[in-house]
């Protein structure tokens, strides 16, 4: 049978995600920091936006109510039954847009669609909820910077200032040398005839400047140069620099036996070596407030007033905007339909941008307040209180889908008295335990945590003592089990762990 073209009609479905829906889905994933440079760019683009500093600079007439009718039917939203799993839909524009009513309020505000009765409250941070934060984002000193100080203080010669210089230059960021000196060596200008020992000679000099140690070329090296800044009088000091200098992998190995027949030494001076090793820093620049510190401003805090938790939106991550009153008033007397068509556009797109900003801050409210509900218990007592929580509890309980959920509770943070964490810290599989109730992975891993802390250092826990232990407070856990969430806890295993002393 020979194939012909024919046309043939068929029925289906499928979700066509409108422009306003794909904004408010694009918004709602962002973090505070995300929204502001997404904010800020709408601001350049957009003549018909403006923020504003102050609640009293945004209070406006609302809308009449066939303008509000108007904005509800462009308005995209968020519920379940229009955001199924988008992601293998067709979500192409269809480019269709509604005409703008030629009669405009023209000082449309954040108020207009986000008054003091919605369920989105906001609050300043005080200074005592700051107390968490004791900067904002600062840039700091380099190690290059910090280094070259000194070595200006210094009365060098032209070619030893040089090769302190590359010295410095070859530290990387824990402030140990990143290469060797015989690479070193080929930088330097062959008149120079510059030798290996010159080097080490400045070298030397480097590490004896602050912080000590700076230019280490291993552990060991570094380890030894911080012994050597002791006084002389320090308990076993000889005992540590011999094991520093010559059986510092047995002592990564805990092979204690060894040690002691090795260096000739008593258990007790054994103890005391070992803890003065301990005391030591393992990096150089540890001691340097290097670079710059990112510091997470919360979406949302949490409160407790008249013994009961509220939870409010940070203002500091809600900024506010609303539509330029003057520009907005042009529309009626702006003669050119061109300029006015334009016009029309941009305050169409200003309102769609401030309602989505609404819906991003009611939904974040609404899930913030469900999960503090249900994680009351962790805010009285802590992480070993944490109840089990999946994402597809709180989705029933605020009729959203969840995925929508996912999204809200991505780089969005929450500060509790408990600290700062982001709201997908709340949510944990759960466990059954023997009493038949369920008990959440984060709380037992802060069981897992406690045993740990306090078990004997001489005798360490093993994770199917750990088990037992577990068994003994009604939480059924498997050891591989137990294992992953000591890995997670980055707890070592117990023969890691053991230790003299």
Known sequence: MALKPSLSLRLGQQLRMTPQLQQAIRLLQ???????????????????????????????????ESEQSSANEADATLSKDNLEEYNDKDTSDDGSSEDLPEDFPIDTTWDDYYSENSGASTRSLTNEDENYLETLNSTTETIQSHMLEQIN?????????FIA????????????LSTNLEELVEIFPQDWNIEIEEIEAVLHLIQQLDPIGMGS???KEYLFLQLCDLPTETPCLKVAKSLVENYLPLLGSRDYNRLTKKLRASDDDLKTAIALIKTLNPRPASKLNLGKVEYVEPDVLVVKKNSIWRVELNSKATPRIQVNSKYAALITKEKTSKDVSQMKSQLQEARWFIKSLQQRNDTLLKVAKKIVERQTDFLEHGPSAMKPLVLND?????????STVSRVTTQKYMLTPKGVFELKYFFSS??????????????????????????????????????????????????????????ILQIPPSNERKQLI
């Open 30 to 64: 962002l973090s505070s920091g995300e929204l502001e440079l997404e904010i800020q760019e709408a601001l350049d683009s957009n003549f018909m936006l403006e923020s504003t500093e102050s609640e009293e600079d945004s209070t406006g007439p609302l809308a009449d």
């Open 153 to 161: 203080l210094l009365n060098l010669t032209e070619q030893d200032r």
């Open 165 to 176: 210089i590359s010295l410095i230059d070859a530290t990387n960021d824990d402030g140990m």
């Open 217 to 219: 070329r291993d552990l």
């Open 394 to 402: 709180i989705s029933k309980e605020v009729d959203l889908h969840e």
């Open 430 to 487: 759960h466990v059954t335990n023997n009493l038949g109730g369920d008990v959440s992975s984060t709380a037992i891993k802060e069981v897992i945590k406690q045993l740990v802390a306090d078990e004997n250092p001489q005798k360490p826990l093993s994770d199917s003592k750990l088990c037992s232990l577990l068994a003994q407070k009604n939480i059924t856990v498997a050891r591989r089990t137990i294992a992953k969430y000591r890995d």
